[in-house]
């Protein structure tokens, strides 16, 4: 399966500043996917980036506030836009194990996350 | 649509007893099933995955999960437990084509004591 890179790893951040995360794979993959998961929560889907086209968000997401970028296939980055303590979280990227094919790779790898704390 | 219930929040074992935890699920259509595991600080690890084979599924780890569709469940088991499996387990439902349509539970914290 492949290897994910994300950095940072941890990082704390000011109330209005912007950060943005990169996910580095070891393999080129279709799909890409940006998840958050909040203190004590699980798991939510931010969006799907998708190379040489514009990232598809999940209700309650927008591009403004997470913009992502997808420049090739092993890469991607996600930026939290003016954040406030509501954006500590985990960010996690994730791929498809089944790697450049998404059909019927429904089973996912992911990178060890971003912990972001918003003071 | 599809959703999955973790029934148990917080699950406390002793060392070498067995462990068991609950899943319910809700799918439209036939869905995959999986567990995975997080660790303090890291990234999530497949444990099990069900895709319509067998309905018992044997993991790593020792982990196995039995899927009963009269159900509708999909409860995570292991005869018995050790140190290193202290971390928080999530219950996943997925479309069978699609990685992006997977609906996480809430996840259930097993503490295991010595």
């Known amino acids: 399966s492949a290897v994910i890179s994300q950095k940072p790893s941890r990082d704390i951040c000011q109330r209005g500043t912007s950060l943005t995360i990169q996910c580095q794979v070891d393999?080129?993959?279709?799909?890409m996917f940006w998840y958050r998961q909040q203190p004590g929560q699980s798991l939510t889907l931010i969006a799907t980036?998708?190379?040489?086209?514009?990232?598809?968000?999940e209700s309650g997401f927008v591009i403004d506030k997470f913009p992502i970028s997808r420049p090739n296939l092993t890469f991607s980055t996600l930026t939290v836009s003016n954040m406030s303590p509501e954006d500590s979280s985990i960010y996690l990227c994730?791929?498809?194990?089944?790697?450049?094919?998404?059909?019927?790779?429904?089973?996912?790898?992911f990178g060890a996350g971003s912990r972001l704390t918003v003071l | 649509a599809q959703s999955v219930t973790q029934l148990d929040s917080h699950v406390s074992v002793s060392e070498g007893t067995p462990v068991l935890l609950r899943c319910n699920y809700s799918?439209?259509?036939?869905?995959?099933l999986f567990w995975y595991v997080q660790h303090p600080n890291k990234g999530l690890q497949l444990l099990l995955k069900?895709?319509?084979?067998?309905?018992l599924v044997k993991g790593i780890n020792g982990f196995e999960a039995e899927f009963k569709k009269s159900e509708t469940s999909f409860h995570l088991t292991k005869p018995s437990a050790h140190m290193s499996d202290a971390a928080e387990y999530f219950c996943?439902?997925?479309?069978?084509?699609?990685?992006?349509?997977?609906?996480f539970g809430d996840g259930t914290t097993l503490t295991v004591k010595p």
């Open positions: 799918s439209s259509y036939s869905p995959s």
């Open positions: 393999s080129q993959v279709t799909m």
């Open positions: 980036a998708n190379q040489g086209s514009e990232a598809t968000y």
């Open positions: 996943v439902v997925s479309e069978e084509t699609n990685a992006g349509k997977s609906t």
């Open positions: 994730s791929v498809p194990t089944g790697g450049a094919s998404s059909s019927g790779a429904n089973v996912l790898t």
């Open positions: 069900y895709t319509s084979a067998a309905t």
